[in-house]
């Protein structure tokens, strides 16, 4: 079954993509949960226009989108952990504790999904995660862990 996803579901595809699911999963859970509409010509149409519009969107915020670039690389972001004498921190760093420090130190609203960990962070010391906020623009943030 061909359907459009209306949201980002994780294994699937993103946002307005068209995929290919097993008919159950579409018909039994994607469709009635709003995730997704079958795929056929009068949806096709409104989701050109609905990608018309984001993609306009999109291109409008790409200043402020800049912006927020500029001020992630220019910063280090710190996050505490509890740590072991070796260095090990109990659990690990996720883009959750990612975004909320970027909030906490740089004010900046950014969606945990659009951080992606290279690394898992296991251990004290200095990394790199990558943030999509545009399509256009490569953002690297550099963050420390360190011990509470």
């Given amino acids: 079954m061909e359907i459009i996803l209306l949201k980002d579901v994780e294994k699937v595809g993103a946002k307005l993509d068209v995929v290919t699911v097993k008919d159950g999963y579409g018909r039994n859970y994607l469709i009635p949960q709003k995730l997704a509409m079958i795929a056929n010509a009068s949806n096709m149409a409104k989701i050109e226009e609905i990608k018309a519009k984001e993609a306009a969107a999109m291109a409008a915020r790409l200043d402020e989108f800049k912006v927020?670039?500029?001020?992630?690389?220019?910063a280090k972001l710190k996050i505490g952990a509890k740590a072991g004498t070796s260095g090990k921190i109990f659990g690990s760093v996720t883009n959750v504790q990612l975004a909320a420090a970027l909030n906490e130190q740089l004010g900046l609203e950014?969606?945990?999904?659009?951080?992606?960990?290279?690394?898992?962070?296991?251990?004290?010391?200095?990394?790199?995660?990558?943030?999509?906020?545009?399509?256009?623009?490569?953002?690297?943030?550099?963050?420390?862990?360190?011990?509470?």
């Avoid at 927020?68 to 220019?74: F, G």
């Fill in 110 to 148: 950014v969606e945990r999904r659009l951080i992606v960990m290279t690394e898992e962070v296991k251990e004290l010391g200095e990394y790199t995660a990558k943030v999509n906020l545009h399509p256009e623009l490569d953002t690297t943030v550099k963050f420390e862990v360190i011990s509470e």
């Fill in 68 to 74: 927020m670039t500029e001020k992630i690389h220019a």
